[in-house]
């Protein structure tokens, strides 16, 4: 008997683990598996994502939740409803918005005008024009003090107050002194920034110019990013240096050690020492997952390996989410093996050999997630 119990609440267990992905079929949403079989038959006329192990859907006209085994957990009681993140829900009733925790029960929280949705662990709170957060405990950590918070990125966020930016970590500290006409993320102890008429990289608290430049994109997984000089494209290091001098007409970000670029109409792909590993041939291409995949674009978008081996056929579409999705920024490739796609009007997902899930096509399809 023991180890029936133990089965099966390790099945409960992987049931509520597994991704689901949200699909449209014949009119109604429902819930998909890897495998490309309905966990949860489509039943819906809306619905939203799972996070955090429960999916918002509507049930004649009030949104309530569901678990990934479709049974209902929160009653639908609601006139909206958002995503739960750390263990919390944005939800509206009587045309007041409020936190709701797993069970459906109201949960208080500090006085706020706007009621904010978590992220990673942080929602801000406002009070008149002025912004602030509180942690997932509901604790003020910052009273409400800046024109503009942005969202955390990987710890820390850009503020603004009287035009001037700086950055802070989410104890509410400055970690750049809030004195810039522009800022960007914060990449291991360095961001790049506008000072005046000059871009150029902050670090230890300095401001380095670096000359002729008038654009720096935010730095993403290495320690390359690229900016602009005399309407051309390169690459520079964490201390402001080019390590790959500006020749190009657009570029993106590195990732695997690579970076698309465009030269003469067509996009190709360097490696960190500006030599091209994917001669341009591309009407577009975007950068690698961390599956080792790029998307990449004829007349339609396929996939390559970090050789520049196409791996599947330039023969679909693809998008970031659509409007029911939860994700800021959508990978357009592989995730975990999956990558989302459109053909012929219709949604689905192949893996890594370009076969389809399930041989199934969707009339719209949302990532994978739990």
Request: aromatic share 16%; proline share 3%.
């Amino acid at each position: 008997m023991k180890k029936i119990i133990l089965l099966l609440f390790i099945c409960v267990q992987m049931i509520s683990a597994q991704e689901l992905a949200l699909v449209r079929k014949d009119g109604r949403f429902g819930y998909i598996s890897k495998t490309g079989e309905f966990v949860i038959q489509p039943q819906f006329k809306v619905a939203k994502n799972f996070s955090e192990g429960l999916a918002a859907v509507e049930n004649n006209g009030k949104w309530g939740f569901i678990n990934p085994k479709g049974d209902w957990v929160i009653p639908a009681t609601f006139d909206e409803a958002k995503y739960f993140s750390s263990g919390f829900c944005v939800v509206a009733k009587d045309k007041k918005w409020f936190y709701i925790n797993k069970k459906g029960e109201t949960v208080t929280s500090p006085t706020t005008d706007k009621v904010y949705e978590f992220e990673d662990g942080i929602a801000f709170i406002k009070i008149g024009d002025k912004i602030g957060f509180m942690n997932a405990k509901m604790t003020v950590i910052l009273e409400p003090k800046y024109e503009v918070i942005k969202s955390f990125e990987n710890g820390y966020a850009r503020v603004r107050n009287n035009e001037r930016w700086g950055i802070i970590d989410k104890n509410g500290k400055v970690v750049v002194d809030i004195m810039y006409d522009e800022i960007g993320n914060y990449f291991k102890n360095t961001t790049w920034a506008k000072n005046g008429n000059a871009f150029g990289l902050v670090s230890n608290g300095k401001f380095k110019a670096i000359d002729g430049v008038d654009k720096i994109w935010d730095f993403y997984k290495e320690d390359l990013t690229y900016a602009r000089k005399a309407d051309r494209i390169g690459f520079i290091d964490l201390n402001g240096n080019w390590v790959i001098e500006p020749k190009f007409d657009k570029a993106r970000a590195f990732s695997k050690g690579l970076a698309p670029v465009f030269v003469g109409k067509k996009w190709g792909y360097i490696n960190t020492k500006g030599a091209f590993v994917v001669e341009p041939s591309y009407t577009d291409a975007e950068i690698f997952s961390a599956d080792g995949f790029a998307p990449v674009k004829e007349k339609k978008w396929g996939f390559i390996n970090t050789t520049g081996k196409v791996v599947v056929p330039t023969q679909f579409d693809i998008s970031a989410g659509g409007p029911f999705a939860l994700f800021k920024d959508d990978e357009k490739g592989f995730v975990n093996g999956i990558a989302r796609v459109k053909n012929e009007n219709k949604w689905g997902f192949i893996k890594t050999d370009g076969t389809v899930i399930g041989n199934q096509w969707y009339e719209n399809a949302e990532l994978f997630c739990k």
